[in-house]
């Protein structure tokens, strides 16, 4: 009886026609064990590709970024001019073009692109006096980044000010300065609250 451990060459040939592996010399075993293989083979030849499998992972697809990037830019062109409703449609129109990245592209993609997105969308829905909006614009903005979102927490306490929510407010400027290191918009920001709270505004 051989051992576990002895390692046996076998003489295995591949068809180069019907790519079928035979054994010279052969055993009823051997034989038997490589007819399944071969069935196996050739059953999974003819199952095909499911409908609606995705394709192996790629690079993220560079004309839905330029393309996202290009809303986002005609967005700041047009937040710039003043057409803040404008502004607002064309970054709608980018975060709806970022979430509707194909599933096996980097999540970490869409949560960045989304974050920039809405904090400016949000910056757009201020200007315009619509704090709610703003508001839960921003507040999605930094779920996705905490970290390095001044603008999105800044963005946020701002519309908790503007709609009377000074605790609140005071509240997110506290953790966004925990994120932002201390960001001077912040601190000022900060100080805003703390006078509106004391009254001294």
Known sequence: MESAD???????ELDP???DLTA??????????LAALNALHRSLLTVGTPTGTPPPPVPVNPTRSAQIGK???SGNNEFRKGHHAEAVKLYTLAIGMALNRPHWEPAGLVGEELSGLLSNRAQAN???GNW??????AEASVEMRKANNAKGWWRRGKCLLEMG????????VGQGLEFGANEPD??????????????VL
């Open 6 to 12: 002895t390692f046996t060459l076998l003489p295995l």
């Open 17 to 19: 026609q019907t790519k």
């Open 24 to 33: 010279n010399p052969s055993s009823p075993a051997l034989n038997k064990e």
């Open 71 to 73: 809303l986002r830019e």
């Open 126 to 128: 201020m200007a315009q």
């Open 132 to 137: 709610a909006e703003g508001k839960v614009d």
């Open 165 to 172: 929510r000074l605790e609140e407010a005071g509240e997110v």
């Open 186 to 199: 912040l601190m000022q920001l900060k100080n805003e609250i703390e006078k509106r709270k004391t009254g």
